[in-house]
């Protein structure tokens, strides 16, 4: 199933691949999430509800649920890897996709468990419609670190220094600033 914020996710159960989710198959994961992707972005129409130029899925992510209130999720991003983190977008899509089938009232509380182990939380804050379609007002919750900090420069005479993009490398709908 598919969910949009702002971005797209798929959400596939696991078990459908015959694998589970553990670090030891994260290659395996990103492969599949990453040809999924590939194959659903060639065959079906996606359309946001107010955005039209977000039309292709962003991130596969692969689910398993280990209680009521847990989901073990791995998610994939090309060009083939494994999200680190359980992935906001995708905790987020995921409780999206529980709702809209009635397995989740607002109120509740999941967690949502990466491939190595890292967590975040997700609770239904409230229903809504997006464009005329339903929606979820999700809250994720968790805890980061920063692993880098770094310092970009510009040089006052450089004539690009706004940047730059070419519409066959980015893709439609992206224009030069």
């Known amino acids: 199933m598919k969910t949009v914020g702002q971005d797209s996710v798929e959400i596939n159960n696991v078990s459908q691949l015959g ?3 553990a670090p030891r198959n994260a290659r ?10 590939g194959v659903i972005n060639a065959q079906v129409d996606i359309r946001h509800s107010l955005y039209p130029e977000i039309n292709q899925i962003a991130y596969v992510m692969f689910r398993n649920r280990v ?13 083939g890897r494994v ?4 992935c906001g977008t995708g905790s987020a899509a995921n409780l ?3 709702a809209v089938r009635g397995t989740v009232d607002v109120g509740k509380r999941l967690t949502s468990r990466s491939t190595i182990g890292s967590e975040f939380g997700v609770e239904l804050l409230g229903r809504t419609e997006v464009g005329g379609k339903p929606a979820v007002l999700p809250r994720v919750t968790g805890r980061a670190w920063i ?6 420069g510009v040089d006052p005479d450089d004539p690009l220094a706004n940047g730059f993009m070419l519409s066959d490398t980015w893709g439609e709908g992206f224009s030069n600033p």
């Not at 692993?147 to 970009?152: A, F, G, T």
């Open 147 to 152: 692993y880098s900090v770094e310092q970009l």
């Open 96 to 98: 999206a996709t529980l």
């Open 19 to 21: 694998i589970e989710i």
């Open 28 to 37: 395996q994961l990103a492969d599949f999430g990453v040809s999924l992707r």
């Open 83 to 86: 999200d680190r983190s359980p």
């Open 67 to 79: 209680d009521d209130a847990t989901y073990q999720t791995c998610t994939t991003l090309p060009p």
